[in-house]
């Protein structure tokens, strides 16, 4: 004779389903990355005086936490957009800029090229540091909670437009201009991010040489 199984309680079988939608919602919370420790803070953005750019707190490639101040004393050179970007925009504008500051700072030490990804979704810590080492020089990258993000990119006059992508179901728009800030935190202009590999070289030896524009 065959033992026939025995139902579960009705508490067993609700206690059972309540730890099953547990695990399911750390897997999803999981999936959206550090970057949600950045909207528990809030998003901390400021002009400190500055017509475009300022202050930030953005989350790094490293689950860490990186703000305008982290660059005081290094000109930093601020462009948005993803790793899925549309066109692959951001691939020839970060290769570009990598090979224009490797000719003017060899050392890393002058300049500061912030990547910022409004795709948090997707551009997680790991994605991004593997994203990072496509490129020459040492691309800083970052990402933020998406209320986070619609600040930064306000502040920063950079927009933030999703389109259609028959790969890859979305892409986003790299913003036109990679904004310069001065090695004190205060805006020093902008530079195309269409601009090829001579014309941003130039602009870096003139950002060194002599008074911003």
Request: net charge neutral.
């Amino acid at each position: 004779m065959t033992d026939t199984q025995t139902p579960k309680p009705a508490g067993q079988a609700a206690k059972c389903r309540m730890l099953t939608g547990a695990v399911l919602a750390l897997a999803l919370a999981a999936g959206y990355g550090a970057y949600k420790a950045s909207e528990s803070m809030g998003p901390m953005v400021g002009s400190n005086g500055n017509e475009i750019g300022g202050r930030f707190r953005l989350m790094d490639s490293s689950d860490g936490t990186m703000t305008d101040t982290s660059f005081r004393g290094r000109w930093m050179l601020v462009l948005f957009g993803a790793t899925h970007c549309v066109d692959n925009a951001c691939d020839k504008t970060l290769m570009q800029l990598s090979r224009a500051i490797n000719a003017v700072d060899p050392g890393g030490k002058t300049f500061a090229p912030i990547f910022v990804s409004l795709d948090p979704q997707r551009d997680q810590s790991s994605e991004l540091r593997q994203y990072a080492l496509k490129f020459p020089a040492k691309i800083i990258a970052g990402t933020g909670a998406p209320a986070t993000l619609d600040a930064v990119a306000k502040e920063f006059h950079a927009p933030i437009e999703k389109r259609p992508d028959p790969v890859w179901e979305y892409a986003y728009v790299m913003s036109p201009q990679i904004v310069i800030m001065d090695p004190q935190g205060h805006y020093a202009g902008t530079l195309s991010s269409a601009a090829e590999e001579p014309e941003m070289e130039t602009r870096l030896r003139g950002l060194l040489a002599g008074p911003h524009s």
